[in-house]
C-alpha cells in the first residue's frame, strides 16, 4: 500500500501545475506574516481599564465609611495612571501586575454592586479573591451598605475576572503581553491558519486534485482486476491525496517554525488563548454573537468583541494545545474536502465541471454562513467550521465540538460514497 501511496505523492510533486500552485500558495505565506510582523509593531497588546463606578454610591449612609471608600478609588485611580504609563513604556512586568490587582478589584466591585442572588453566579470568585490576599488588596465588600442601588448587569464582571486571570498567568509564567497579529516560532502555525487557509485550503484541494480522476482513469481498470485490491483502493487513494495535500500545507509551516527559533524563541508555545469552553465540549451555541458590536477588546492572540469577552464560559488555554486542536481541525477539514472532490470526479466524467461544482458548492455554503451568522440550520453547514481557530476562540457561533462531528460525518458518508463509486467501475 505504501508503494502505491509515495507514488502517488511523488507523480502529484513532480507536476508542472501543481509546483507553480505550491510556490504561490508559499509566496502568499510569506507576504502575510511580513504583514502581520509590521502590523504587530502598532497594535496594542493591552486593554483600557474598565475602572470602578462610583455612581451608586452615597455618602449618606456612612460619611466616615464614604471618605475611607474614595480614598481607595483615589489610590485605584492612580495606580491606573502608572499601569498605563508602564504600558506604553513597555515595562510588562509592572503592567501585568498593575493589570492583575486592577482587575481583581473590578471584579470584585461587579460582585459587590450586583443584584444576584447568590455566587453561582460568579464563576472563579474563589480565584480572585485568592489574587485579592496575594496582592495585598483591600476587600471592597466592606464598603456594600454604601450602595444605594444594585445593578443586574454581570457582564462586567466576566470581562475583569478574565483579565486578571489573564495577566496573573503573563506575570507566574514571565511572558511578555504580545498582541493579536504577533508573529514567532510558536504563533506562526496558528495566524497561517486563521488568516489564509479558510480560504486557500479548499481552493488548494480542488486545483492539486482536479485532474487525478483522469490520469488515474487509465490504470484504474486493470488495478481493480487485481484479487483484494478493489475494496482497498479507496482508502489508498484516499491516504495519498490528503497526505500529498498536508505535506504541501503544513511543511512550510514548520520551515517557517524554525527560521523563526533563533530570532524569538518558542517561550510563547505556553502564552495564555481566551477559548469558549461550553463549544468546546458539547454543542453550544454562543447567547450573544460578539459581531454585532464594533468594538474590540485585545487579549494577546485573542481579539474579541465586548460581548463575547463578558461571556461566561471563556477559559484559558496554552497556546501549544490551541495549536493542535486547530491542526486537527484542518487534517478534519482536509480529508472531508478530498472526499468532496474525489466523489465529484468519480460522479462527473468531465474533470472542469467536478471541479467547478467542488468550488460552487463550498462558495455557496460559505456565502449561506459568514461569520456572524447565527441560524442554527448552518450547524450542518460545513462551510461554519472553515476556520476552527475561529470556532475554538470564540469567534465564531459555532463551536470546535460541533464542527469536530459534523465535518467527520459528512467525510464518513462521503467516503461510503466512494466506495460505492468504486464498485460500479467497470472492469
Given at each position: 500500500m505504501w508503494t502505491y501511496v509515495l507514488f502517488n505523492i511523488k507523480s502529484n510533486l513532480k507536476r508542472k501545475e501543481n509546483l507553480i500552485l505550491i510556490v504561490l500558495f508559499i509566496i502568499c505565506e510569506i507576504a502575510l506574516l511580513f504583514i502581520l510582523n509590521t502590523k504587530s509593531f502598532t497594535e496594542s497588546p493591552y486593554q483600557t481599564s474598565l475602572g470602578i463606578g462610583i455612581a451608586s454610591v452615597s455618602q449618606k449612609n456612612d460619611p466616615k465609611l464614604y471618605q475611607e471608600f474614595m480614598d481607595?478609588?483615589?489610590l485605584i485611580r492612580q495606580t491606573i495612571d502608572k499601569g498605563e504609563q508602564d504600558g506604553k513604556e513597555?515595562?510588562?512586568k509592572s503592567y501585568c501586575e498593575y493589570k492583575v490587582k486592577v482587575s481583581v478589584l473590578e471584579a470584585q466591585w461587579y460582585m459587590v454592586t450586583s443584584n444576584m442572588p447568590n455566587d453561582s453566579y460568579f464563576e472563579h470568585a474563589d480565584v480572585l479573591e485568592g489574587l485579592r490576599k496575594e496582592y495585598g488588596l483591600p476587600d471592597l465588600s466592606q464598603y456594600e451598605k454604601l450602595i444605594v442601588q444594585k445593578s443586574n448587569d454581570i457582564n462586567l464582571y466576566f470581562c475583569s475576572m478574565q483579565q486578571a486571570r489573564y495577566f496573573d498567568y503573563l506575570l507566574k509564567h514571565d511572558l511578555t503581553p504580545i498582541t493579536y497579529s504577533y508573529v514567532d516560532a510558536s504563533s506562526v502555525s496558528l495566524q497561517i491558519a486563521r488568516y489564509i487557509l479558510p480560504v486557500v485550503l479548499p481552493l488548494l484541494v480542488g486545483l492539486l486534485l482536479f485532474q487525478q480522476r483522469e490520469r488515474r482513469a487509465k490504470t484504474e481498470k486493470t488495478i481493480l482486476t487485481i484479487s483484494g485490491v478493489k475494496k482497498k483502493y479507496v482508502r489508498w487513494n484516499l491516504i495519498s491525496d490528503v497526505l500529498f495535500v498536508l505535506l504541501v500545507v503544513f511543511l512550510p509551516i514548520l520551515v517557517y517554525m524554525i527560521v523563526l527559533v533563533p530570532f524569538k524563541g518558542v517561550s510563547n508555545l505556553i502564552y495564555p488563548v481566551l477559548y469558549y469552553k461550553p463549544g468546546f465540549t458539547g454543542f453550544h451555541y454562543w447567547d450573544t454573537q460578539g459581531l454585532d458590536h464594533i468594538e474590540l477588546v485585545a487579549s494577546g492572540l485573542t481579539n474579541m468583541s465586548v460581548n463575547q469577552f463578558t461571556t461566561p464560559g471563556m477559559e484559558l488555554m496554552p497556546l501549544w494545545q490551541c495549536t493542535l486542536f486547530v491542526a486537527f481541525g484542518l487534517v478534519l477539514s482536509t480529508i472531508f474536502y478530498v472526499l468532496?472532490?474525489?466523489?465529484?470526479s468519480e460522479l462527473m466524467k468531465n474533470k472542469y465541471l467536478s471541479l467547478l461544482v467542488f468550488l460552487v458548492v463550498l462558495g455557496l455554503c460559505s456565502f449561506a454562513s459568514p461569520l456572524g451568522n447565527m441560524q442554527k440550520i448552518n450547524t450542518f453547514n460545513p462551510m461554519s467550521y472553515r476556520?476552527?481557530?475561529?470556532?475554538?476562540?470564540?469567534?465564531?457561533?459555532f463551536g470546535y465540538f460541533a464542527g469536530i462531528v459534523i465535518i467527520?460525518?459528512?467525510?464518513v458518508i462521503l467516503y461510503l460514497i466512494s466506495k460505492w463509486c468504486a464498485k460500479k467501475v467497470r472492469v
Open positions: 481607595e478609588v483615589n513597555k515595562n510588562w468532496l472532490i474525489t466523489v465529484l476556520d476552527f481557530g475561529m470556532n475554538l476562540l470564540g469567534t465564531s457561533y467527520g460525518l459528512y467525510s
